[in-house]
């Protein structure tokens, strides 16, 4: 079992940046995928970031440019650093890890597909104000 705890959240005005981490308890398997998804009120979780083991990563396209995931495996840690923020950005964020993905996943297949994670964070709520 692993868990996923993240952190980070916060308020900011509109062209702020967070810096979200996500720490998991457990050492992070060879193969894997991680990555970051949000759930604004009324409206469907999406993708946000996803990287895989092979270090690929996959971006929704409205946080291209300004969002960037990365990890510290030494430290059992996954990031999202997010510049730019808009009031659109606003949503609690999850981080989410699946390992052993059979058949194997690319990252952005994982993007459009959280009910392959089977791992959650409990969620950081991220607020922007105009």
């Known amino acids: 079992q692993v868990q996923l705890v993240e952190s980070g959240g916060g308020s900011v005005q509109a062209g702020g940046s967070l810096r979200l981490s996500c720490a998991a308890s457990?050492?992070?398997?060879?193969?894997?995928?991680m990555g970051w998804f949000r759930q604004a009120p009324g409206k469907e979780r999406e993708g946000v970031a996803v990287?895989?083991?092979?270090?690929?990563?996959a971006y929704a396209d409205f946080v291209k440019g300004r969002f960037t995931i990365s990890q510290d495996n030494a430290k059992k840690t996954l990031y999202l650093q997010m510049n730019s923020l808009t009031p659109e950005d606003t949503a609690m964020y999850y981080c989410?890890?699946?390992?052993?993905?059979?058949?194997?996943?690319?990252?952005?297949?994982?993007?459009?597909?959280?009910?392959?994670?089977?791992?959650w964070g409990q969620g950081t709520q991220v607020t922007v104000s105009s």
């Open positions: 457990a050492y992070i398997r060879s193969q894997y995928l």
């Open positions: 990287v895989g083991s092979d270090r690929t990563t």
């Open positions: 989410a890890a699946v390992f052993w993905v059979i058949p194997v996943m690319t990252a952005s297949q994982a993007l459009t597909s959280p009910t392959i994670f089977p791992y």
